[in-house]
């Protein structure tokens, strides 16, 4: 299983970044999957989720409006679109995929991709 996640880098405060996710080794239409970041000295903190489907979508408050999670189950990718970043975005961000239910907690997901920094600039 290999969950390859791309797209972060440096962007001034208001700019946006989208991060992708290609998922392989998995039947990826049969997880729910997320998206969490984590700072070090942190623990990893919860950004977003999308079903199965991609209908149904979750988002941590500190995102909702400015993040826009989807999944195309063609191409085996979750998507995380960013808009209006803060610095306190700035973050290692992580896609997932789920094993059991629970879609806000990271203890729910059993695989992990590497992570992509995401870096905002003040």
């Known amino acids: 299983v290999q969950l390859q996640a791309s797209g972060g880098g440096l962007v001034q405060a208001g700019g946006s970044l989208r991060l992708s996710c290609v998922v392989s080794?998995?039947?990826?239409?049969?997880?729910?999957m997320g998206w969490f970041r984590q700072v070090p000295g942190k623990e990893r903190e919860f950004v977003a989720a999308?079903?199965?489907?991609?209908?149904?979508?979750y988002y941590a408050d500190s995102v909702r409006g400015r993040f826009a999670v989807s999944r195309d189950n063609v191409k085996n990718t979750v998507f995380l679109q960013m808009n209006s970043l803060t610095p306190e975005d700035t973050a290692v961000y992580y896609c997932?995929?789920?094993?059991?239910?629970?879609?806000?907690?990271?203890?729910?997901?059993?695989?992990w991709g590497q992570g992509t920094l995401v870096t905002v600039s003040s």
């Open positions: 999308v079903s199965r489907s991609g209908v149904v979508t």
């Open positions: 997932a995929a789920a094993t059991t239910s629970g879609a806000r907690s990271a203890s729910s997901y059993g695989y």
């Open positions: 080794g998995l039947p990826f239409r049969n997880y729910v």
